[in-house]
């Protein structure tokens, strides 16, 4: 599989599915060495009545007009260096998209897709893009608030992949420290590809953890954490205290 996609390729995925209002969720695997890995992309309907798309996955036709049914995309954020992989092909299929990094992903990015913006431009204020702590400015996250509460989305540095599909994902998930028996900082993360600075990371985990309003948390590798969000936060700040 190359790092980035020159064609419309629909990889095995699931079914989108409503997280909350104006938040949909796809399950997708991604094609590697060892066998098909999970990855989720979310969908963030906006003020404007547009979409944000978070980590993009190419979908189907049926899937796709659901999207576009909430709203046209806007706002394409590439929530890291290694979440590029479908970032051309959906310019491409949205030439007017605007592209979001993080301000030490842009590099990386525009090697695929050329970078609009390393900041928070959604103007919406009820969806925040957060340029993590403690990671160098490599990693992204969506704060998004509706009736119900705070949806959380963030990318590698939370992974909860409970339910791999298959041997080689299930040793990856296991070897990697990608959350196969519980959520987990996964170990390439946390031992310095991006976590510069854990003591940073874990106050945003803790400051996560105490907002009232929190109700889930949508990863980019495994399954939505929808019990005790604010628990596994906690407890993974105090693994990386």
């Known amino acids: 599989m190359p ?32 066998g098909n890995f999970p990855r989720r992309m979310t969908v ?46 959906w310019k491409d299929r949205y030439p007017d998209v605007q592209v979001i990094a993080p301000p030490a992903a842009k590099e990386a990015v525009e090697e695929a897709v050329p970078v609009d913006a390393t900041s928070d431009i959604l103007d919406d204020p009820e969806v925040k893009l957060v340029i993590v702590p403690g990671l160098e400015g490599h990693e992204a996250a969506l704060e998004v608030r509706r009736a119900a509460g705070l949806t959380l989305v963030t990318n590698d540095i939370i992974a909860n992949v409970a339910h ?61 954490i929808e019990a005790n969000a604010a628990n596994v936060l906690r407890t993974l700040a105090e693994a990386l205290d």
């Not at 995925?13 to 409503?18: I, N, T, Y």
């Not at 106050?203 to 495994?222: K, T, Y």
Request: proline share 6%; net charge neutral; charged share 25%.
């Open 164 to 224: 791999p599909h298959g041997v080689g994902a299930h040793i990856m998930a296991r070897l990697f420290g990608f959350g196969l028996s519980e959520p987990q900082v996964p170990r390439p993360v946390k031992r310095g590809m991006i976590v510069a600075d854990k003591l940073a990371l874990a106050a945003q985990f803790d400051a996560w953890a105490a907002d009232p309003q929190l109700r889930r948390i949508i990863v980019s590798h495994g399954d939505v």
């Open 44 to 89: 963030v309907r906006l003020r404007s009545g547009h979409t944000a798309i978070y980590s993009a996955i190419a979908l189907n036709e049926a899937e796709m007009a659901r999207i576009e049914a909430m709203g046209r995309p806007a706002f394409l954020i590439v929530p890291g260096d290694h979440h590029r992989l479908d970032a051309r092909i």
């Open 3 to 34: 790092d980035i996609l020159e064609k419309w390729e629909v990889q095995p995925h699931e079914a989108l599915v409503k997280a909350d209002d104006g938040i949909l969720t796809v399950a997708g695997e991604i094609r590697m060495p060892l």
